[in-house]
């Protein structure tokens, strides 16, 4: 047999260990969320539940890789270099779409990446099959697809969808009346009870979804407990409430800690068990193609014409690739960073506390929270003002202890992981296909919503994000579809030279995309860094420095700019621009995340303080504002070859930038010593500043006039004049702001 499908096999297990990882960073987030959210534990022990849990799961996996070798085609009808092309496409389109949503940060179901992956792939090659044979040599399209199951998969979805968000919802709410935020004495009442009740949805979570097609839990056994499902779960219900009434009061364990890591465990190992396929079902598949193709050549056949039904037989996956796969997985676990930005965005979306929002506000969002608003005010006013007032009393606002940086409470962490458990545990008993990742992600916005965590200040930004998120999972199905029947189809029709062409462009996206992730998170990180010490004096340090930095990159961006102004430099223009804006980006983020928690972490007696901060914060934001406005404007105009600056204009700005740059240098230094004895020097540099500044804006004046300069030109001019203006009037407010200060803090100091 050629070479050339043994070099196929060798491309199909490095994209399965490569998808392994980008699958796990995608599907983490379903069974990490509630942990990580709650800061149930140390992260560490967070993972090692999580490591448990997958390990277990991949050992007892079985009976669900026929997914990939005959659920969704017909391999009867395909020969096997139609069935290699169809997996290599798939495994390409799989690794680098989840990689796609992994480095933005969104979740996706992995079980739909690979069904319609399979099924574009093989829809294509049928069609390239029936095109380019004669027409009594095959049959129609519906006799290669398996349309049965694609239709399943997508009413399994929009049912998922709304039923895991009520559920969620619904439970929540009566979770929270039950237990309020402050539920330590409720927990003393009811919290054996409710240990025992989510305990018993997990455990039948676990055996049900987990373990039902492993050889851990005999079928005999499955079959008991499913013809005795009701006494079964009493008999759990039952023992595991006395259990957790044990380890309460006579050994004082945390009952709720107990809950979400089992709860967490147990999603690890049924995403392992079930979802494993998702990411080496096609590579074993493939094995298991090349070794019928082997047998069969060397018994004298022509593989060119063999079909591969024989895939259609049952199969048993080596306990060896099982192992080495959930070591893959495991390591993906603690060592991906795209895990965490995943992670991120579930738990961002249903944090307790304002902050930081990713997505920002649609107009499909405002006109939901319009909606929800005008909804809520009927349904209360037509409620007893007595039931109001309760169910008010039951939802008082969360105080975050300072040291507890949980995103939300316990509670709602257990309420997550039980109802996801018992939904997708009720849907298998039902034989009905659902995505793990649709349910755990709507339950988590579910119960968000209903805990109040969406309020007037994020709700808009909340909602934005959930419909991004589920606007993804359909383009999912859409996008998976689509790339996996263009890229079937270059295979097909260009045989080893496409495939040495995807191959090459499957590696340089997978390396634009880690850089782009890197980049990603470096900006994010700049912009939600908040500061940890908020004494006097670190605040005071931390002003100056930041004054530093902005005015030593603002001089520097400022005189590059008209540099490449005077080259009528497109290239180095944009990257000007794409610096100030980075620059501006930041200082917008400080001023809108970071500002106010930092005064409320301030001390009381420390209003001064405060107010200087506040004035430095905006000071450099406006500064920043007035830089990226001269870079866009600049690089905008030799971008569209516009006729460049006259010698006049030129040389009107090369002095105007000489006086500015002479203005924050002397500021700079005043700001860095705290020695004003130059303020009034400095002062009488930025009126001749000013005037320099009506000198420049007359002189143009007297070119348009003269028709010197063109109306692009002009404004252009007028624009880089102004808004340097602008620059210099808020480097001459921080240093009064900067004076008033220290003169503030000498005379406290006198007076102690």
């Not at 407990?225 to 079964?232: D, P, Q």
């Not at 912009?527 to 004494?535: F, G, M, R």
């Not at 348009?704 to 602008?726: G, P």
Request: glycine share 6%; with cysteine.
């Amino acid at each position: 047999m050629e070479n050339y499908y043994l070099f196929i096999i060798i491309v199909l297990v490095i994209l399965a260990i490569v998808d392994l990882t980008v699958g796990v960073a995608n599907d983490a987030a379903n069974f990490l969320n509630s942990a990580v959210g709650s800061q149930v534990s140390s992260r560490w022990l967070i993972l090692g539940v999580a490591s448990l849990g997958v390990l277990v799961g991949t050992l007892t996996s079985s009976g669900m890789m026929e997914i990939a070798r005959s659920g969704v085609f017909h391999p009867a009808m395909f020969t096997f270099h139609d069935v290699m092309m169809i997996f290599i496409a798939v495994m390409i389109c799989d690794v680098l779409l989840l990689d796609m949503y992994n480095t933005f940060g969104l979740p996706t179901s992995t079980t739909v990446s690979l069904i319609f992956e399979l099924l574009g792939a093989a829809v294509f090659v049928a069609l390239y099959k029936i095109w380019t044979s004669p027409p009594d040599a095959v049959g129609i399209l519906v006799n290669y697809i398996n349309t049965a199951k694609a239709l399943e998969m997508i009413t399994a979805i929009l049912a998922s969808v709304v039923i895991a968000f009520i559920s969620g919802s619904i439970i929540m709410f009566i979770s929270r009346i039950i237990f309020t935020f402050r539920y330590k004495r409720s927990l003393i009442k009811f919290g054996a009870m409710w240990g025992g009740l989510c305990l018993t949805a997990i455990v039948y979570f676990a055996i049900f979804k987990g373990l039902k097609n492993s050889t851990i839990v005999s079928k005999d056994v499955i079959h008991l407990i499913s013809s005795n499902i009701g006494f079964s779960l009493l008999i759990c219900f039952v023992s595991l409430t006395g259990l957790m009434a044990l380890l309460q009061f006579l050994f004082r364990v945390s009952i709720l800690k107990i809950i979400v890591l089992t709860g967490t465990g147990a999603l690890a190992l049924a995403f392992a068990g079930n979802d494993l396929v998702n990411f080496i079902g096609v590579t074993m598949a493939g094995i298991s193609s090349y070794e019928i193709a082997s047998d069969y050549a060397a018994s004298g056949g022509s593989i060119d014409a063999m079909t591969m039904g024989a895939l259609a037989k049952p199969v048993s996956v080596n306990t060896f690739y099982l192992f080495a796969a959930g070591v893959v997985m495991i390591l993906a676990l603690w060592f991906s960073k795209k895990v965490r930005t995943v992670t991120q965005t579930g738990v961002n979306l249903s944090r307790q506390e304002e902050g930081i929002e990713r997505f920002g506000s649609t107009p499909a969002s405002r006109a939901l929270v319009r909606s929800t608003r005008a909804l809520h005010k009927k349904v209360t006013a037509r409620m007893p003002g007595s039931v109001n007032r309760f169910i008010d009393s039951r939802f008082k606002p969360w105080k975050v202890p300072k040291k507890n940086q949980a995103s939300f409470d316990l509670i709602r962490a257990s309420v997550n992981l039980t109802v996801a458990a018992l939904l997708i545990s009720i849907a298998t008993s039902f034989t009905l296909p659902l995505s793990t990742t649709y349910v755990t992600f709507m339950v988590a916005m579910g119960t968000s919503l209903s805990d109040r965590a969406w309020g007037r200040e994020s709700a808009v930004y909340r909602i934005s994000g959930v419909l991004t998120v589920v606007t993804g999972w359909f383009l999912t199905a859409l996008v998976a579809f689509s790339a996996a029947a263009i890229v079937a189809i270059l295979l097909m029709w260009g045989g080893k030279i496409s495939l040495t062409v995807l191959l090459a462009v499957c590696v340089l996206l997978l390396v634009q995309s880690s850089r782009l992730h890197k980049k990603r998170k470096k900006k994010q990180v700049e912009v939600e860094e908040s500061p940890v010490d908020v004494k006097k004096s670190a605040i005071v340090e931390k002003c100056k420095e930041d004054v530093y930095r902005v005015f030593e990159q603002i001089t520097r961006v400022y005189s590059e700019t008209l540099n490449g102004l005077a080259s009528e430099d497109p290239k180095r223009l944009k990257k000007l621009y794409k610096e100030a804006k980075e620059l501006y980006e930041l200082e917008k983020g400080r001023r809108n995340y970071e500002m106010l928690p930092t005064l409320l972490k301030l001390q009381e007696d420390a209003v001064n303080t405060g107010h200087y901060y506040v004035q430095v914060v905006s000071y450099l934001y406006e500064a920043s504002k007035s830089l990226m406005n001269i870079t866009k404007s600049s690089f905008e105009y030799i971008d569209n070859n516009h006729k460049g600056l006259s010698e006049n204009q030129l040389t009107d700005l090369e002095n105007l930038t000489q006086e500015v740059s002479s203005v924050y240098e002397g500021i700079v230094n005043m700001l860095r010593t705290s020695d004003f004895s130059d303020f009034e020097r400095i002062l009488a540099k930025r009126d001749n500043v000013f005037d320099l500044f009506v000198d420049n804006i007359k002189a143009q004046i007297k070119r348009v006039k003269e028709k010197e300069s063109s109306t692009r030109n002009s404004i252009l001019f007028l624009d880089l004049v102004n808004e340097t203006k602008a620059m210099v009037l808020q480097a001459r407010n921080l240093m009064k702001a900067q004076r008033l200060f220290v003169g503030f803090e000498e005379g406290q100091k006198a007076i102690s």
